[in-house]
């Protein structure tokens, strides 16, 4: 239930923008999904899947950088394992000396191809359990080489990511783009790792990713002792780092037009240092 009423408030957000499911895309347009394929095709060729066990279950996962090298837990969007969400393990796995990045399938396979899908898979998730599985993708890296392994994410993925340093104590670090977990998931009052968030100043999802839910959350973190940061994009929406053809694509078809790539190059900036400073040996 916890889940629920996350994904449910996020999903209440996005029917009440000037933009309704109504005047979305019920599916992606020719030349999106052509796109879409080919990126997906060329990012595939990168990773490495694997497969992680956890209590009475396995999921897939992928991974994708230098051995032995810190790692880097990278976890999804609504929409599942797509394009984007590799787009970015990737770009993090050449960081710096580099890292090893893993994207574990949350939702097991399932991808959603719309924002109605996107919505029905996110409402279905189950949420501690998919703590569980960042959990075990943590221990995973650290059994194959990582010293030292944080975990980021988008979106719901950014919400996780922020659980993940409650729930998760093997995590060394966390950055967290849009996203808060509800409180009966996890309080940032009780984060145990370094935490550092980022949003847009425009993002109207209340609740979850807007500036209120950002300041309430450097409130908590402020409670909790740990090293933190939150930082707010003035003139972004939500997801403003997906920069990818498709993904500006996406979102100019949910209503979010905007893009600023200096946010986008500061954010990962600030992401490269606050990694580099938590994990490096």
């Not at 500061?266 to 992401?271: E, I, N, T, V, Y």
Request: hydrophobic fraction near 45%.
């Amino acid at each position: 239930m916890v889940g629920i009423c996350l994904s449910r408030t996020f999903t209440k957000t996005l029917l009440t923008k000037s933009v309704t499911f109504s005047l979305l895309p019920k599916t992606l347009s020719p030349f999106l999904s052509r796109l879409q394929v080919r990126s997906v095709m060329m990012a595939d060729s990168s990773f490495k899947k694997i497969q992680i066990h956890r209590d009475d279950t396995t999921f897939d996962a992928y991974v994708v950088g230098k051995e032995d090298a810190p790692g880097i837990v990278v976890l999804q969007e609504w929409w599942g394992v797509d394009f984007e969400i590799k787009n970015h393990a990737l770009k993090i796995s050449q960081f710096d000396s580099g890292y090893k990045a893993l994207i574990p399938d949350l939702y097991r396979g399932k991808v959603g191809l719309d924002v109605a899908e996107a919505q029905h898979l996110m409402d279905g998730l189950d949420w501690q359990g998919a703590v569980k599985d960042i959990r075990a993708s943590v221990n995973w890296l650290k059994a194959n080489g990582s010293k030292k392994v944080g975990v980021t994410g988008f979106c719901m993925g950014g919400a996780l990511s922020i659980a993940s340093s409650v729930l998760a104590p093997e995590v060394d670090a966390v950055v967290a783009f849009y996203g808060v977990p509800s409180s009966e998931l996890a309080d940032p009052a009780h984060a145990k790792a370094p935490v550092q968030a980022h949003f847009g100043e425009k993002d109207s999802f209340v609740g979850f990713s807007d500036v209120t839910a950002a300041k309430a959350l450097e409130e908590k973190l402020k409670a909790s002792g740990v090293p933190y940061e939150v930082h707010i994009y003035p003139g972004n929406a939500h997801a403003f780092m997906n920069r990818s053809p498709e993904g500006v694509e996406r979102r100019k078809g949910m209503g979010m037009a905007d893009e600023d790539e200096a946010a986008v190059e500061l954010a990962w900036s600030r992401f490269r240092s606050w990694m580099s400073r938590f994990l490096s040996p």
